[in-house]
């Protein structure tokens, strides 16, 4: 296969968690980082010296190395010309004979097959020092929570979901409150090459877990797939010989196995962006995630930046949290719409005064969950509510009330606005019982319309249309 560069930036969803527990092991703080992935180093000699020689030009903060780190058998004899030569100056604490190590531990390898070869893997322990039983562990890099995994059927503690480790890294990944999941193995649950290829009993619910990005080594080539809405990387070409690829597998989107080479990873709070280069320096692949504040609003999404402002000016929660979620198509309510609308205009703090004896309408016992809310809203003379003493509390907002409540919230309950002139919209005439609302709304910039030249009065108010609504007519930052 004979690819010379391949540039994709694709922007994909990324689920936020939102829990109350933390893992406790902050290990950088700084909230951007950059790090370089090398997978199945582990022979000595020109390619890996080469694929060394490039990371260490990025100067990157850590080094995640993917496991088979010791060839041929993982024995002592040979562990520290085939890691320490090229990567001592990121080991803490490092017992090799090539130079000086680092002050603090950058270089986070995980098992491989070959490192296990001998005496389960004792020189791999003696070596490195690592959290956890050092087989799997969390640590967490600025808002990167990186969890490696064992995945060698001779783990201890198993390599099924079930399994000890399985249940560690569920509870562990559920606890975590960084922007980012990235899971760490050896063997790819998904792969399109020859020698390996997918490894079926490491095909985790990883979406269902959490995980926004899973990479492994084992095949010795670079893949990006997307499986299930979780994005995996193989990445094995960091210097034991090259496999080929055969039939791409279903949700494979990139291969390379013309040359040697490494990950740059760099991750904020809002974006983690992938590039493979080969040993000489050429961009090969490159892959961007943007996280958004919803699991239901993709970056994509066209209200997006409405949503989140709404969000960040703390008029909303969403409306589940598990995960964190928007229903951006739902429709408004009329009681949902009076908590909207006095946040907006008293601030993101407010509470309504509590209500002693009648709410004043007919559908809304005292006990109603926006009881308070739907008092104060009348009291400020925004709403009288939908007709014979009643409000309709769970009646969905229709575009023509939405123009009424927006410009009394706006500018007080007394506002009336100008006469319209029935021109701005094809299905809003000037006797329409809402066209003066409606047309100096569109005057104002708020609305232009449900599409060209029409307003659609009639039609339901969804959450992601009143988040514009909110926004622009509170100047929501």
Not at 393 to 413: C, H, I, N, S, W
Request: charged share 15%.
């Amino acid at each position: 296969m004979k690819v010379l560069k391949h540039v994709v930036t694709i922007v994909l969803l990324v689920a936020v968690l939102f829990t109350a527990l933390g893992v406790g092991k902050d290990v950088k703080a700084a909230s951007t980082i950059r790090f370089a992935v090398i997978g199945d180093i582990g022979v000595a000699g020109q390619g890996e010296a080469d694929v060394a020689t490039l990371v260490k030009s990025w100067n990157p903060d850590f080094i995640i190395a993917l496991g088979d780190n010791n060839y041929p058998s993982g024995a002592a004899a040979t562990i520290d010309a085939n890691i320490g030569q090229y990567y001592h100056e990121y080991i803490s604490p490092y017992v090799g004979s090539y130079g000086a190590g680092s002050v603090t531990n950058r270089f986070y390898p995980i098992l491989g097959n070959h490192d296990l070869d001998t005496l389960a893997g004792q020189a791999y322990f003696d070596y490195f020092t690592l959290p956890n039983n050092e087989r799997y562990y969390d640590i967490v890099q600025g808002p990167v929570h990186i969890i490696a995994l064992d995945s060698d059927p001779r783990e201890p503690d198993g390599n099924t979901e079930s399994s000890v480790q399985g249940t560690w890294f569920s509870q562990t990944i559920s606890a975590s409150t960084s922007p980012w999941q990235l899971v760490l193995m050896h063997h790819p649950p998904y792969s399109s090459s020859t020698a390996h290829g997918s490894s079926l009993w490491m095909q985790w619910d990883f979406k269902g877990m959490g995980a926004d990005v899973v990479m492994a080594g084992h095949d010795h080539a670079y893949e990006r797939l997307s499986v299930d809405g979780v994005t995996y990387f193989v990445n094995g070409s960091g210097g034991a010989p090259l496999y080929q690829f055969g039939t791409p597998i279903a949700g494979s989107q990139f291969q390379y196995d013309d040359d040697y080479g490494a990950m740059l990873v760099t991750a904020s709070d809002t974006e983690m962006n992938f590039k493979f280069y080969n040993r000489g320096g050429t961009l090969i692949d490159e892959y961007t995630l943007v996280n958004s504040v919803f699991s239901d609003v993709p970056s994509d999404y066209w209200a997006k930046s409405w949503i989140e402002r709404l969000y960040n000016s703390s008029i909303t929660g969403g409306c589940s949290t598990s995960p964190l979620s928007y229903c951006p198509t739902s429709p408004v309510t009329r009681a949902q719409m009076a908590v909207f609308l006095l946040k907006g205009i008293h601030g993101a703090s407010y509470t309504p005064p509590a209500v002693n004896g009648s709410t004043g309408f007919n559908d809304v016992p005292v006990d109603h969950w926006a009881a308070a809310w739907i008092k104060q809203l009348a009291a400020e003379s925004i709403t009288g509510g939908c007709g014979g003493g009643n409000y309709c509390p769970e009646d969905t907002v229709t575009r023509d009330q939405m123009a009424v409540f927006l410009l009394k919230a706006k500018y007080g309950g007394s506002y009336t606005p100008p006469t319209a002139t029935g021109t701005v919209f094809t299905d809003v005439n000037s006797s329409y019982w809402a066209a003066d609302w409606i047309e100096q709304l569109a005057s104002e910039g708020t609305t232009s319309g449900c599409s060209a030249g029409v307003y659609c009065p009639t039609a339901a108010v969804a959450r992601d249309q009143m988040a514009v609504f909110l926004v622009k007519t509170f100047n929501l930052p």
